[in-house]
């Protein structure tokens, strides 16, 4: 599903108008621009919370630290630092991961999705995850940010109890 698709999905629910995703620059509008910001939080919930995204990179330590920017995506934790096919001793750390040596790594780790640039870009889930549960996510954002506290949490406690049943249906645990 694209950005615009979401936050159509989420507007429909906070009834409100999506004739504003239509705009020139859509993105710059103050409540489309939230609304994206929103999307942001839901879907980084989403894999922090619910359905971890699981990525494997062969990266390169230099002054035994392979620093977060050689991700291609912004790590949430690491899983296992291997080197020539043996598990090797790590620190994670905020900007880094220390490691014993110089040289090349396999890094397994959980990570942060891709930030969709544009309306029309692809939003990222581990999974495929259904248009309605991550509205709802956005729209308990939405709705906490601009004071409707009320409706926020109905609307966080239905996008919980999908994200639970997506959880239990897909059979994912987490570690």
């Not at 108008?17 to 999307?39: F, I, P, R, T, Y």
Request: charged share 30%.
């Amino acid at each position: 599903m694209t950005l615009k698709q979401l936050l159509s999905a989420a507007l429909t629910y906070l009834d409100l108008s999506d004739a504003v995703l239509d705009e020139q620059d859509a993105l710059e509008v103050g409540q489309v621009k939230l609304l994206s910001k929103c999307a942001e939080f839901a879907l980084d919930e989403t894999a922090a919370e619910y359905l971890p995204i699981v990525r494997s990179e062969k990266l390169s330590a230099s002054g035994k630290k392979i620093d977060n920017s050689l991700f291609s995506l912004q790590p949430l934790r690491v899983k296992k630092v291997c080197r020539e096919g043996k598990m090797r001793k790590y620190i994670q750390r905020a900007d880094c991961v220390e490691v014993e040596e110089d040289g090349e790594y396999e890094v397994e780790y959980t990570a942060l999705p891709a930030r969709a640039q544009t309306l029309g870009s692809e939003v990222m889930t581990a999974l495929p995850v259904p248009e309605k549960s991550l509205a709802l996510g956005v729209c308990a954002h939405y709705a906490a940010v601009t004071g409707r506290y009320e409706q926020s949490r109905v609307f966080r406690q239905m996008f919980s109890e999908d994200m639970r049943a997506l959880m239990r249906k897909s059979g994912v645990m987490w570690q």
